[in-house]
């Protein structure tokens, strides 16, 4: 490579040093743009259930929430019966008995990550089982409420990668004891991942 000597070049220090963090930004921003490309989208509409108004410490039971269709409802918590794993609310569905919710997800084709943060309610967790479809497939049980029997939350995720077609239909049931007194659930997302995060014996 052939380099020039400085003094050669018209610059004054001034413009040199202008220059140099033109170059500065110009490299940040290329490296940046393929990190921004690559983010992943969620097509779950209020996955954390925040959007819905519920006051710290208290509970109250819904036919819908944003986002969600219950059958027949919902039970929204903030911070009572447990602790929410992100923000303040959080779900129950056992509600006056087994209940389930579900959203219509559309999007662009493609392997998506579905994930969800279950939690059996304090001191009930044998009773608290979960299972979700999507679009029709065969139930999955989040066992035994991730084995959580005492009288402390412990928030467990849950993951697996979903050949999504556009659209289909994600549902969540609570099977466990018809009793009033269900798991919780939090941060529910239906996200694209990033190519190089995908199993490689997925679909």
Request: hydrophobic share 40%; glycine share 10%; net charge negative.
């Amino acid at each position: 490579m052939h380099w020039q000597e400085t003094n050669n070049l018209p610059f004054t220090l001034e413009q040199g040093i202008a220059m140099n963090s033109f170059l500065k930004y110009m490299a940040s921003a290329l490296f940046a743009t393929p990190m921004i490309a690559s983010a992943a989208v969620d097509l779950v509409a209020n996955g954390g259930f925040e959007a819905d108004s519920q006051a710290s410490g208290t509970w109250n039971i819904y036919s819908s929430l944003t986002g969600w269709t219950g059958s027949p409802n919902i039970e929204l918590r903030n911070n009572v019966a447990g602790i929410a794993y992100e923000g303040g609310n959080f779900i129950e569905l056992d509600t006056y008995s087994n209940s389930s919710m579900a959203q219509f997800l559309i999007g662009t084709p493609g392997l998506y990550q579905l994930s969800f943060w279950y939690s059996a309610r304090p001191g009930t967790g044998a009773t608290n089982d979960l299972t979700f479809t999507f679009d029709g497939s065969a139930p999955v049980t989040v066992l035994n409420s991730a084995t959580n029997g005492g009288n402390d939350q412990n928030w467990l995720n849950y993951s697996t990668v979903i050949n999504f077609d556009g659209n289909g239909l994600l549902t969540f049931n609570a099977i466990g004891a018809s009793d009033g007194y269900g798991g919780s659930l939090d941060m529910v997302s239906f996200t694209s991942p990033i190519p190089d995060q995908i199993p490689t014996s997925c679909c």
